[in-house]
Structures are given as C-alpha cells and as structure tokens.
C-alpha cells in the first residue's frame, strides 16, 4: 500500500514538474520532465496534452507568417486545440498568462499581413486583444486604413479602449459601431460585460420598440440597437458631450436621430422653447419611439 502512495506522488510530481517548467517557458526541462514521466508511467493520461503545450512552446517564437492561410491554421490550433489543453492542465490564471504569451508570438508574426476583410479574424489584432496587449492592439488598429468605417478594426478600437481606459472614452466609437453595423455591436457589448451598458441595454430590449427598422442599407442584422445611440440620450442626457464626438458616416436615421437628440439637450439648455418643438417634431418623423422614450423624461 505504501509503494502505490508514492508511486502516486511520483507521477504527480513529474506532471508538476512538467507544468512548472512549462510555466516559466523552459522547453528543455518540460522535455526532461515528460520523458521521465513517459518513461516511468507510459500510460499516464496526461502525457499527450503535456505533449501538446510542449510542442507549442517548442514552436514559439516563430517566424512571420507568409500568408493568411498560415496564420488561420496557427489560430485555429490555437483556439481549438493548445488553449483547452492549457486550461484542462493549468489552474486559470496560470493558464490565461501562459496562453497570453503564445498569442503575444502569433501577434507579432502577423504582423506585416495587411488586413482583409474577408478574414478579418486573422490579423494581428485580434491576436493582441486575446494577449491582453491594449496598446499594442491599438497601434495596429491605427494602421489600417480607414478603419474608423470598417466595422471589425472600429470594434477591435473600441474594445481595446474600453479595456485599457474604461466606458467614457469608447463611447462615441459605441456609437459609431451601432450604425456601421448592430450585430457587432451586439457581440461587442455583451462580450464587454460593462455593468452600465448592460444596465441599459435591458432596458432598451424590454422598453423600445422601434415602428420602423433601419433600411438594409443601414444595417447589418434586424434587432433596432442602431437606435441604441440616440436612446441613450433620453435615459443618460450627460453623456451628451461623449456621444456627440461619435463622426458623422452614412446620415441614416438613427445617426440623425441621435444629432436631434443633442440639439434639443442643447436648446433645452438654453430655453429655446420655439425651436425646441420644431426640433421635436423633427425627432418625431425621423422615429415616434425615441420621441415617446424622450418624452417620458419630460
């Protein structure tokens, strides 16, 4: 009975010994340890996932990636197969940071591919995102052209911002990812989690009902959150000074709406009453939803 105890404390402690080199990036004594381990309990279920991180230690840092295609398949192996094995073996924290590190390497080995979008997924960015690099995420966002109108690099921006310096200053880039296009900023938000958007967004699902979506042309899926912007306004009126430095894009109806939304806080400011109906009659042609949410409040 006694030789079973430490036979059992022998194959934990390989396994241990294993992981631990493995945590301070030490490929040869991971090796060293796998071997004794493989050696002495061939049938050791942990022996192919420690063989798996080994092997992905092993391969970083690479060299830069030839093309979109090589870079896909590092990702993928990546996401489906190295990331389980890391958390099946690591406690979570010890996995994220060990993780971090390798998507820092396939970050920097994406580098000098352009981005496409038609795989928008396989650039460097998001490999920063997934390293926890927000500066390093936010400088490549900056060298994609135009990515201030192209919906993947505007949501990676505002999720990098968000992450490395909070809600106040993402929120014009909310506003304009909610016009570009809804369903990323559907997946953005909830991926946030932010308390404060969430709070809202209940009540915009539960409490506004637009009489009318935007045209195909101005959205990319059904759910009306290119409203969300402008509605904003009626429940949270101080964040009017963050939400008008959102850029002007297509002047669709909810980007015009929310433009109304600003002006009649403005008017109201400085009791226009005059120009203040007119103002909301012009929010009410352009959406009686908002106009009926704006009304509530006063």
């Known amino acids: 009975m006694q030789l079973d105890i430490f036979d059992h404390g022998r194959d934990l402690m390989l396994r241990n010994d294993v992981l631990a080199a493995l945590e301070q990036r030490d490929v040869a004594a991971a090796q060293a340890s796998w071997g004794e381990l493989q050696e002495e309990y ?29 870079l ?8 489906d197969t190295v990331g389980p094995a890391a958390h099946r073996s690591f406690d979570p924290p010890t996995a994220a940071a060990w993780l971090a590190g390798l998507w820092r390497d396939l970050a920097q080995r994406a580098a000098p591919l352009p981005f496409r979008a038609e795989c928008s997924d396989d650039h460097a960015v998001p490999l920063w995102l997934l390293a926890g690099d927000w500066p390093a995420a936010m400088d490549a966002v900056a060298r994609i052209q135009a990515w201030r109108r192209t919906p993947a690099p505007l949501a990676w921006m505002a999720e990098a ?43 915009f699902d539960a409490e506004f009902e637009p009489e009318f979506e935007p ?8 759910t009306g959150l290119a409203w969300f912007p402008a509605w904003v ?66």
């Open 72 to 79: 896909h398949q590092a990702r993928r192996r990546m996401a």
């Open 42 to 70: 061939p049938d050791d279920a942990s022996l192919a996932t420690l063989a798996l991180l080994i092997e992905a230690q092993e391969r970083s840092p690479g060299p830069a990636f030839g093309d979109h295609e090589a």
């Open 215 to 222: 045209d195909a042309s101005e959205a990319d899926d059904d």
């Open 161 to 203: 911002r968000w992450r490395h310096a909070g809600l106040d200053i993402v929120w014009p880039l909310l506003a304009e990812l909610a016009w570009l296009a809804p369903g990323r900023f559907d997946t953005l938000t909830r991926r946030l989690a932010d308390p404060a958007i969430d709070t809202l967004r209940r009540r």
């Open 233 to 298: 306004l009626t429940e949270k009126p101080a964040l009017a000074h963050l939400l008008a430095e959102a850029q002007p894009l297509r002047q669709t109806a909810p980007e015009r709406a929310l433009r109304l939304m600003l002006e009649l806080l403005n008017l109201e400011r400085q009791g226009r009453h005059r120009e203040i109906v007119q103002r909301r009659r012009d929010l009410r042609d352009t959406q009686a939803a908002l106009y009926a949410a704006y009304l509530k409040t006063r």
